[in-house]
């Protein structure tokens, strides 16, 4: 009798885990369906404004929404921290991140540059090992090296194609990548929501120190454009444009909540490769607004680096909880 009714309390519990997955991966998607959109207005607006200026408006709108994400998720009380340059440090990373990928943005098509910078998952794991003391097999080995191939095709080295600007999501992806191991660390103490209302601090706090010391300085007007992104002097924006400025805070928000909301219902193992699905979104948007059809370098290139992806994540998977658990690639984004 006894074991009868422990048979059917494990059936209830594994059906109810699978059901959050579910519901994991549903807010998950959307998460990554409506920060896409962020990508896409934040490249439509580097013709005319600068990244400094747009980031700092980020920033702002965010960091009231997050305020009261805190609220909900942790409570007030989680600010407090004896860990204020671990916080300080990771923002920076996280900074640096999203900065070099909107300059490689500006200058590449969104896809590639999101395909580039989804490289992150093999780099948590190559660091991994000095910073945390993991193991990676053979078999992780091999899809690191698999994922890396991909990014090197991408970028073509040696060929007449070569844009600079293709190592800028990987300089990106290497800052990123840094900043989840930190929060793997601090995620052991600390509050995701909370990570995430640093970040948007240091977004609006840099945007604004760079947009002060840009204007201070006299610069030629750039031609390429990822210099033309970064020079660029402040911009009155007109009601539209104000409006696509605000929406980016606001997504902002929205989809860390989206995401943090995924990865507590769900298995990270289950609903973290779900991610990947921002790659053929943003090859969408690429191919509808902007008209750029992928070669055969960059389907190559993509396929090695999602399948790589994929695989390293379902493998971290089968080793174990992590201290930091729902590490998904655009936490605290």
């Known amino acids: 009798m006894a074991q009868a009714i422990n048979t059917a309390t494990t059936s209830i519990t594994a059906s109810s885990q699978a059901e959050n997955s579910r519901h994991g991966i549903f807010l998950l998607c959307g998460g990554m369906f409506i920060f896409s959109f962020q990508d896409v207005m934040i490249k439509l607006l580097s013709d005319t404004y600068p990244v400094h200026e747009i980031v700092f408006i980020r920033g702002l709108v965010a960091l009231p929404l997050l305020f009261v994400v805190v609220h909900f998720d942790s409570g007030f009380g989680s600010f407090k921290s004896n860990h204020v340059w671990q916080h300080a440090v990771r923002s920076i990373l996280m900074f640096g991140g999203y900065f070099f990928f909107y300059l490689a943005a500006a200058a590449i098509p969104l896809s590639t540059a999101i395909a580039l910078f989804f490289v992150s998952p093999l780099m948590i794991t190559v660091l991994s090992i000095p ?135 769900g298995e990270a193992t289950v609903v973290a490769p779900f991610e990947y699905i921002y790659i053929p979104i943003a090859l969408i948007h690429t191919i509808v607004i902007w008209g750029d059809l992928p070669d055969v370098f960059t389907l190559v290139g993509v396929s090695l680096i999602l399948g790589s992806g994929i695989y390293v994540l379902r493998r971290e998977g089968g080793r174990g909880p992590k201290p930091f658990r729902g590490k998904g690639l655009y936490r605290g984004r």
């Open 131 to 265: 910073l945390l003391g993991e193991k990676v097999g053979i078999r992780r080995w091999i899809g690191i090296t698999v994922g890396l191939l991909g990014a090197v095709i991408m970028i073509r080295p040696g060929f007449a194609a070569l844009e600079p600007a293709m190592l800028l999501p990987l300089i990106a992806a290497l800052c990123y990548s840094i900043a989840m191991i930190m929060a793997r660390k601090m995620g052991a103490t600390g509050s995701a929501s909370v990570m995430a209302f640093y970040s948007a601090m240091a977004f609006m706090y840099f945007g604004a120190f760079m947009g002060v010391g840009f204007s201070l300085i006299d610069t030629d007007p750039a031609t390429h454009p990822t210099m033309a992104f970064l020079l660029r002097d402040w911009v009155m924006p007109n009601a539209i444009e104000l409006a696509m400025l605000a929406t980016i805070g606001v997504i902002s928000a929205m989809g860390f909540y989206l995401i943090t909301q995924a990865y507590r219902l």
